[in-house]
């Protein structure tokens, strides 16, 4: 048995896994514990932001636990062929050793998942993160991201009106045997 589990935020006929007030707690959670930073590119300002962001076509929401409690959450979107982008954060009690295997656990459970004639769904995930956030591109590394490179204009921040440096890490099923 692992420590560690994925649920989706979907509607199944009709009806959502999560109330969205849950899903907005998950924001203020982030907000109240400093994390705002996750949005600095101005995509999510607020809470309803988040929640639309959670909901949209193209987004697969994920909520994350370690040991029954929520512990962060994992979105991919910008699905290309079979490859998407993937983002996420864990709630601060979780740092450390629980981050570190509910990071490598979700990386291996999103590249094993199968679509329904049983072909994976995804081959390759791509994170994008800003490259003056060396805390955020080291625990990625740790967790089986590998570094590819830097794009140069690859993180905007949106408060100060200028694009930056980011780094760019990919994981796929086979890197993380």
């Known amino acids: 048995m692992t420590d560690f589990y994925m649920d989706l935020y979907a509607e199944v006929d009709g ?11 998950l924001y203020r959670r982030l907000v109240a514990e400093g994390g705002a930073h996750v949005f600095r590119d ?10 639309h962001m959670a909901k949209a076509q193209g ?5 994350a636990y370690v040991r029954g409690e929520i512990a962060g959450v994992v979105w991919l ?16 009690k979780f740092w450390g050793a629980d ?4 990071g490598r656990w979700c990386l291996r459970s999103l590249l094993n998942m ?8 995804l081959d390759m995930l791509v994170g994008v993160t800003p490259a003056d956030n060396s805390s955020a591109v080291a ?9 590819r490179g830097v794009l140069p204009r690859g993180a905007f921040d949106a408060a100060a009106g200028v694009s930056s440096p980011a780094v760019l890490t990919t994981a796929t099923r086979e890197e993380l045997q």
């Open 42 to 51: 101005g995509s999510v300002k607020d809470e309803t932001a988040f929640l």
């Open 114 to 121: 199968r679509a329904a004639d049983g072909a994976y769904w």
């Open 77 to 92: 979107n910008r699905f290309q062929g079979r490859f998407a982008q993937c983002d996420f954060f864990t709630f601060k």
């Open 15 to 25: 009806i959502r896994t999560y109330r969205d007030a849950e899903i907005l707690e």
């Open 99 to 102: 981050a570190k295997g509910l």
């Open 59 to 63: 987004t697969a929401f994920f909520v």
């Open 139 to 147: 625990f990625a590394l740790r967790c089986g991201w590998k570094r």
